[in-house]
Structure formats: C-alpha cells, structure tokens
C-alpha cells in the first residue's frame, strides 16, 4: 500500500510538473505575441514627435545606429536559428522604425542624401544576412557582439542627455515601452529558446533601457541647457 502510494504520489508530482511547464510555455507565448503587437507601434511616438516638431534635437545618431545594429544582429540571428517567431517577432518592426528614425535624424540635420543611402545599404545588408548565404559564424558573432553594442549605444545616449541637461525629442512612451518590453523578452527568451547569448543580451537590454527611462524621469520638468555660440 506505501509503494502503491509513493507511486501515486510520484505520478501527481510529474502531472503538475507537466502542467506548470504547459503554463509557462502558454505564458510565454502569449507575453511573447503582446510583445510583437505592441512593437507595431512602440517607436511611433519618437517618430511623431520628430516629426512634428521637425528636429532630432537631443537624439544622438551613433546611439540610434548601435541600437539598430543590436536589433538587426537578434534578429537575422533569430531567424537563421529558426527560433519560434514570438521569441524575437518584435524585432522585425523594431529594425523598421529604427532605421526610420535613423533617416529622419540625418534628414533634420540637413543631410537628405545621406539618409537615403543610409537606407539603401541597411536594406542591401539585412537581405544579405537573412538569406541562406550569411553563414551562421558571422550571425553569431554579431549576436556575440550585440551585448557591447547595446551598452555603448545607451550610454552615448545618455552622456548626450546630460550634456544636454534634458532627454530632448525623446519619447517617454518609446522608452518606456522598450524597457518594459525587454524585462518580459527575459522570460520568454529563457522559455522559448534557451539561448544564454540571447537572453544575456535582454538582460544587458534591461538595464540600459532602464536608464535612459530614468534619466526622462529626472529631467522631465527641466529646460534644455541653451547652445553656446
């Protein structure tokens, strides 16, 4: 009866151990898709208020360029892994709105062409890198050098904001957005795919979207430091 019972005991024990897995995996998903959905529109507002107010003041275009290198580099590596497409889906918008938002900085700095060709490498590249002839040596080394990049696009950012003694054109719900949606890829990343180089780099992600959330709190009521002549 004691064995009849420890079995029993052992077979419930795999049955919740099987479904707390299926819950997490079905968590996963489903933070996964939010993701996706909300990366639709999550650069929308920096882009309106660029936009609108026709200057890229305050944003710093290497920090816009190594945070689309870092985006490209999850991706395209993503992709050739053939990881489930709620791991990484985001990141397919996020390389559009970025480069856009790339383009409009050079634009509002009086350099049309150069936005322009901007775009027409960045595209020639990605579809190089997502086709059968990026050979995945390459795509994981610039996942591999995607943790660096983060930290150094975010930290040019946020020396920019405090020489500026404001956050500029930044977008509070952008940022936001970016940072609440990294905390959530950590999870998902860990459920999904399991790779250390991915979720090392949502992890890295975190903490530097984090800070540039912050520094929008700090300077939120405070006036941009005047130019000097």
């Known amino acids: 009866m004691s064995h009849m019972s420890m079995n029993l005991l052992h077979v419930l024990a795999l049955g919740l151990t099987t479904v707390a897995d299926c819950m997490k995996l079905v968590l996963s998903k489903c933070l996964g898709f939010v993701i996706i959905l909300g990366s639709v529109m999550v650069k929308i507002p920096q882009l309106v208020k660029i936009i609108n107010n026709q200057s890229a003041q305050g944003i710093s275009l290497m920090a816009v360029l190594c945070e ?3 985006v490209s580099a ?7 892994k053939s990881f489930p497409f709620s791991s990484y889906g985001e990141g397919l918008f996020l390389v559009i709105q970025t480069s856009l938002i790339a383009f409009c900085v050079l634009f509002y700095n ?13 595209i020639g590249l990605m579809v190089f890198l997502m086709s059968s002839m990026a050979p995945m040596p390459l795509l994981s080394l610039l996942q ?6 983060a930290i150094i696009s975010k930290l040019i950012q946020a020396v920019t904001n405090v020489r500026n003694g404001g956050t500029g054109q930044l977008s509070v719900v952008t940022v936001f957005l970016l940072f609440a949606g990294s905390i959530a890829r950590i999870f998902t990343s860990i459920q999904e795919t399991g790779d250390s180089l991915v979720v ?3 992890v890295v992600s975190t903490a530097c979207n984090g800070l540039i959330f912050a520094q929008i709190l ?11 002549e």
Do not use: D, E
């Not at 591999?144 to 990049?149: L, Y």
């Not at 700090?218 to 000097?228: G, Q």
């Open 74 to 80: 999850t991706t395209v590596y993503s992709f050739a």
């Open 200 to 202: 090392a780099t949502y």
């Open 218 to 228: 700090y300077y939120w009521n405070a006036k941009p430091k005047p130019k000097s």
């Open 144 to 149: 591999s050098s995607n943790i660096p990049i």
């Open 110 to 122: 009086g350099n049309l062409q150069g936005g322009l060709g901007f775009l027409a490498v960045y």
């Open 68 to 70: 689309l290198f870092a």
